[in-house]
């Protein structure tokens, strides 16, 4: 059978490349054609297009590029109708998914969502819009499942993909002797600083989490890099510094890290099951930050507090960054009960999120339906 997947994001072809392991357990020759990354392309199929040319945040930012998602758009809705597939999978992204949905529903093609749009931070009005494209949803955050039934719309939590992730990558670590010297880092701790996969994340938060790299000077720090994109980007920030920084090994740093700085997103969750105790951040442009303000209605914007539904860690948004950001790592550092209590509440959200095993639970089960459908 024929499997189209979007994904527009470094999370979304982690998962997209899972669910793909999962597919290919109960359908012995899949067909696999998609927009994702490395990750997915490894695991075989036509890789269409990169997201790296398509990762776009906030208001501001897509307006500026609306000319290269036009193009991509359109892109797709070619791809898709010359393949024609037995079954869409759609990964979050929801401002070009939800088109693509619309589009192949007009044409008579299943769609499946695997891990909703965030509707349920803002704009709810998108549920109607689900409701009539989207024959399947999955979803992977427990509280979604309440959420979509006062739409009158049922959905599907099997788990987590971000467990299997987490176990599949601790599985083939290094250990300290082979890590540190492959890396060309010091026998000092390690803070890791995980600034996203995303350019104007990148332009935004890493500079905040690199001032204050000279007030610990006890530790080393070290980023955490997206190979999907350019080294140059980064280079522009560490030039002449003693930070580190690693390509595609974020889970390895994390296993040899005592604390880390995270933009949010799901490197909040995957720090959380690693067990290591950490700060969140966010920072955006001033125009997407106001408008964002004016409309957004949550208590938490971190999915570790969003899950547990209390502030397990601290969330700095937009002001003043740097110097909370700091701050809230001291605390992290030097208070053994604070520091604790934190590692505490993850063993909770592991509970939560129940057992691994999300992936191929969802991959068998969309190969059902598929086949039922045929």
Request: glycine share 6%.
């Amino acid at each position: 059978m024929k499997y189209y997947l979007i994904a527009g994001e470094a999370s979304g072809d982690l998962h997209g490349s899972n669910l793909m392991k999962g597919i290919s357990e109960a359908d012995e020759d899949p067909g696999f054609r998609f927009f994702g990354g490395d990750k997915m392309h490894a695991r075989g199929g036509t890789l269409v297009k990169h997201y790296r040319d398509m990762a776009y945040m906030g208001l501001f930012e897509v307006l500026l590029n609306i000319r290269t998602i036009r193009k991509n758009f359109q892109l797709c809705k070619k791809d898709v109708l010359s393949w024609h597939p037995d079954v869409i999978i759609l990964i979050d992204f929801a401002g070009f998914n939800l088109r693509i949905a619309k589009f192949a529903k007009k044409h008579g093609l299943r769609v499946f969502y695997y891990i909703s749009p965030k509707v349920w931070v803002w704009n709810k009005s998108r549920v109607k819009i689900i409701r009539k494209t989207i024959d399947r949803m999955f979803v992977i955050l427990p509280f979604e499942v309440d959420f979509y039934k006062q739409f009158d719309y049922d959905v599907e939590y099997l788990g987590n993909p971000t467990l299997d992730a987490v176990a599949e990558n601790l599985d083939i670590k290094d250990d300290a002797d082979t890590f540190i010297p492959k890396n060309q880092l010091n026998e000092k701790p390690v803070i890791a600083l995980l600034p996203g996969s995303r350019t104007q994340e990148i332009e935004r938060c890493l500079p905040e989490m690199l001032g204050i790299v000279p007030d610990y000077p006890e530790y080393q720090f070290v980023i955490a890099a997206s190979q999907g994109l350019d080294r140059d980007l980064y280079n522009r920030y560490i030039e002449k510094t003693d930070v580190g920084i690693v390509y595609s090994q974020t889970y390895d740093l994390l296993s040899h890290s005592v604390a880390a700085v995270v933009t949010s997103g799901t490197a909040t969750l995957e720090t959380a099951l690693m067990n290591v105790p950490e700060v969140v951040c966010y920072k955006t442009g001033l125009f997407s930050y106001l408008i964002g303000k004016h409309f957004v209605r949550l208590q938490f914007f971190s999915l570790v507090n969003l899950i547990t539904g209390k502030e397990v860690v601290k969330e700095i948004l937009q002001y003043r960054v740097k110097e909370k950001i700091s701050a809230e790592l001291s605390t992290i550092l030097y208070d053994k009960d604070y520091r604790a209590e934190m590692l505490n509440n993850f063993k909770k959200l592991r509970k939560i999120l129940g057992e691994p095993g999300a992936s191929r639970r969802i991959g068998l089960k969309i190969v059902d339906l598929v086949k039922s459908n045929r």
